[in-house]
């Protein structure tokens, strides 16, 4: 194989073989030897202080050899940014659902029955259902101990409210007076489903020493060794941490699940524990994307210029925080949107409720203000008289500008992104859009951006006696190919062909730390450590290399395939492996390059910005985007067809094209989800629809047929040979460029997601004559 080039190639993933031929290996298929099965019980209640457990029947069922309560476990909490969350309940329950019983036997039919048989008294509270409800004078609290509970940042909290989070730029008073228009809306988004492939589940081993081996459905096996750890009051030394296959995470698998009781039941029982969730129990007991209420107020002069916009922000956290805290201040960090404006307030308050915990889901807070600020945006423009591009093109950021709250901006492609999607969609040629009797089409437009840099990372590259390589990151692959652009990085750094680069699994005995496989951080991060350490790699190389060829290191140059040698001069070069020989067995010892570093930008600039609870002090490195959306839509019914879309993403470099046309095209489809039907919908304090016969998913019928994905290079200076992420910033703007081509289509404009046929028609009746 030629390695002139690897950096921009669709190359096939490394596992594609594996998945295609049902050989991969993930967490329900694994089996160890002796392995019992676990099954929960879950509170009926969703506010109740637990009286007592009768578990004698269940001590009793045929093949039960443990039943756990909350009374067995020590009183250690976890959290991702507030350590209020037990392993399982204790004391009391905050949602319906959550686990209180744990049982393990010899097979999942006998666990299952056994958890019948649990009797559990409770004492109901007052349940919090709503962010109303929890903000009202003399509300019931979720949690009495907020106070004292740890806080690993300045969280402003107290009574049912979690945390605040403020982020201002400019003088807001100033920027009404200089508008010339002024516009305010509210908008409210639903909890959403992750969804993914493979429900949740874990596999727990205790060896004779008394360690742990766990394996399990994750996106970070750092993540989770720490959250178990802290939930079970164990030293992290105790517990290994591994990740077999995993069938799609979106965030619902970035913090803690099951693994928790999982790992308890293994001590308990000495004996290997496997629990795996039922689909309806993934629904009920992990997470869901965060409902928001939004308002936004913003102020344009006449020629369209921004000038000024307030946003306000309530987010549903349910009963634990989670990565809550995180979600709300990074939301507000975007939703000042990819522009110039001025003078900007971004405040948001995440309330504890009595429902199911919301967490990480793709996007992280981004979709939910996107779709209100990007709306908005075109009601301004039509109020106007301003094309919706122009008004955006006019306001975009450049290379001089700076994001809200003064970080700097290294690569920014918004204006090419804008001008592919405005060709590509034929924008300019909208009004000739034809329509079938009975039908509407309208096209949409938005623009987003996403960061890239989060926290710490690292990875080792080692060159193995036969000139190959073995790259270990710690960084899991969740189907996204993060495998397959981090090996064609290694090896396009070190000029040799891809399949001599192995990539380790996961493993926290022997992977280099890394915080996870979320906020579309991986590319880039991780990307800049493999590089670095390749880097280090070839820096050994021509130390050897100039001592054997008896030339100065500057004169040496590596070739592809494997091989250093003396720059022009052909012929003067040694391979990889007699390098690495000479370093195995003679001198200087085996060549392994290593690099860890931590994303250390500031989120904001104290001289220009005010920032109070912020979650996420240094964050940065910035993806752009645009869509355009064709929709189609109904008179009878009010259904929306999205009939063509465009989705343009500026990911600085592009390592593996097709997985970056891939991350596109898949973010698109789950964002048309939020979008038009995805919708996690409660009976007072009881899921209703936690399965897939009730809750609806898009499917190849509904996700159009020409999506086409394109892609805007505008390199990152610290990038991986300039890359910057792509995971996300594909689903941001979905809801908002769609709401936008309805606009468009009926005159109608809709605030509330999902946009439902019965939405989309109310509002098309009522915005006629009589209506």
């Known amino acids: 194989m030629s390695v002139e080039s690897l950096i921009g190639r669709s190359l096939p993933r490394l596992e594609v073989r594996e998945k295609l031929t049902g050989r991969a290996q993930y967490t329900a298929d694994l089996y160890r030897p002796g392995m019992l099965h676990g099954a929960l019980v879950g509170s009926p209640h969703a506010h109740a202080r637990i009286v007592s457990y009768d578990v004698r029947a269940a001590r009793a069922a045929p093949g039960v050899r443990c039943v756990l309560t909350g009374d067995d476990f020590g009183d250690h909490r976890m959290g991702a940014f507030i350590k209020d969350e037990h392993a399982i309940a204790k004391g009391k329950v905050r949602y319906v659902g959550e686990p209180v019983v744990a049982i393990a036997a010899e097979t999942e039919e006998q666990a299952r029955a056994a958890a019948l048989l649990v009797e559990v008294r409770y004492e109901e509270l007052p ?251 075109d009601e301004i423009a039509a109020r106007l008289g301003i094309d919706p591009v122009e008004i955006r093109r006019k306001n975009a950021l450049g290379t001089d500008d700076r994001w809200f709250c003064g970080q700097r901006l290294g690569s920014i492609g918004l204006a090419e992104c804008i001008a592919v999607a405005e060709r590509e969609s034929g924008w300019a040629d909208r009004a000739k859009l034809a329509s079938a009797p009975g039908k509407r089409r309208g096209l949409g437009f938005a623009c987003t951006a996403h960061i890239s840099g989060l926290l710490g990372t690292g990875a080792i590259v080692r060159l193995l006696e036969d000139g190959s390589v073995v790259l270990n990151t710690g960084a899991v692959d969740i189907g996204q190919g993060s495998d397959t652009v981090l090996t064609q990085i290694c090896a396009d750094a070190l000029k040799i062909p891809l399949d001599r680069v192995s990539i380790a699994s996961p493993d926290t005995d022997g992977s280099p730390y890394n915080w996870g496989t979320t906020a579309s951080r991986v590319t880039y991060t991780t990307g800049r450590a493999v590089f670095a350490a390749a880097r280090e790699v070839e820096r050994q190389i021509k130390t050897h290399a100039a001592e054997l060829l008896e030339c100065a290191e500057s004169d040496l140059e590596l070739r592809p395939g494997g091989v250093v040698g003396i720059k022009g001069v052909p012929g003067k070069e040694l391979p990889f492996v007699a390098i690495s020989a000479r370093a195995h067995w003679r001198k200087g010892g085996p060549i392994i390059g290593t690099n860890s570093w931590v994303f250390d930008q500031p989120t904001f600039d104290p001289k220009r910005a005010v920032a109070i609870g912020l979650p996420f002090p240094q964050i940065g490195v910035y993806s752009f985007g645009a869509l355009c959306v064709e929709v189609e839509v109904d008179e009878i019914t009010g259904k929306v067809d999205a009939r063509r879309a465009w989705t343009v993403a500026d990911v600085g470099r592009a390592i593996n094209r097709a997985s970056v046309e891939g991350q596109l095209e898949g973010a698109f489809a789950q964002g048309l989800g939020f979008a038009l039907v995805e919708e996690v919908v409660w009976d007072g304090p009881r899921l209703a629809n936690p399965t897939l016969m009730d809750y609806k998913v898009p499917t190849t019928l509904e996700v159009p047929y020409e999506l086409h994905a394109h892609i805007v290079e505008s390199p990152d200076p ?40 019965e939405r989309v028609l109310r509002g098309v009746l009522a915005s006629q004559p009589g209506g």
């Not at 394996?215 to 178990?228: D, K």
Request: hydrophobic share 40%; glycine share 10%.
């Open 127 to 377: 349940a919090i259902l709503t962010p109303e409800d929890a903000l009202a004078p003399g509300a019931a609290l979720v949690h009495e101990d907020l106070a004292s509970y740890f806080k690993v940042f300045e969280a402003v909290c107290g009574g049912n409210v979690c945390s605040r989070t403020e982020l201002a730029e400019g003088d807001l008073a100033q920027g009404w007076r200089e508008s010339d228009l002024v516009v305010e809306s509210e908008y409210r988004t639903p909890a959403q489903a992750h969804v993914s492939l493979e429900p949740c589940g874990a596999l727990a081993e205790v060896d004779p020493a008394g360690r742990v081996t766990l394996w399990s459905a994750n996106q970070s096996v750092f993540r989770i060794q720490a959250s178990v750890c802290e939930s079970l009051g164990l030293p992290m030394s105790r517990l290994r941490c591994l990740t077999p296959r995993v069938g799609a995470g979106f965030g619902n698998k970035m913090e803690a699940h099951i693994q928790p009781i999982v790992v308890q039941l293994a001590l308990a029982t000495g004996r290997p524990v496997k629990l795996i969730l039922s689909r309806e129990e993934d629904f009920e007991i992990v997470r869901t994307r965060h409902p928001f209420q939004i308002r936004v107020k913003t102020g344009v002069r006449n020629d369209g210029t921004f000038v000024a916009r307030e946003v306000e922000v309530v987010a549903d956290g349910g009963a634990y925080a989670d990565d809550s805290p995180g979600v709300l201040g990074y939301s507000l960090l975007m939703a000042r949107g990819p522009y110039r404006i001025p003078h900007t307030r971004c405040r948001g308050t995440l309330v504890y409720t009595n429902k199911l915990r919301a967490g990480a889901f793709r996007g992280f807070g981004n979709p939910q203000v996107s779709f209100a600020t990007e709306t908005q945006i």
């Open 718 to 757: 610290d990038g991986p040979f300039g890359a910057k992420g792509v995971g996300e910033i594909g689903i941001n703007v979905v809801a908002a460029a769609v709401a936008n081509a309805v606009a468009a289509a009926t005159g109608v404009r809709l605030r509330q997601l999902p946009m439902t046929p």
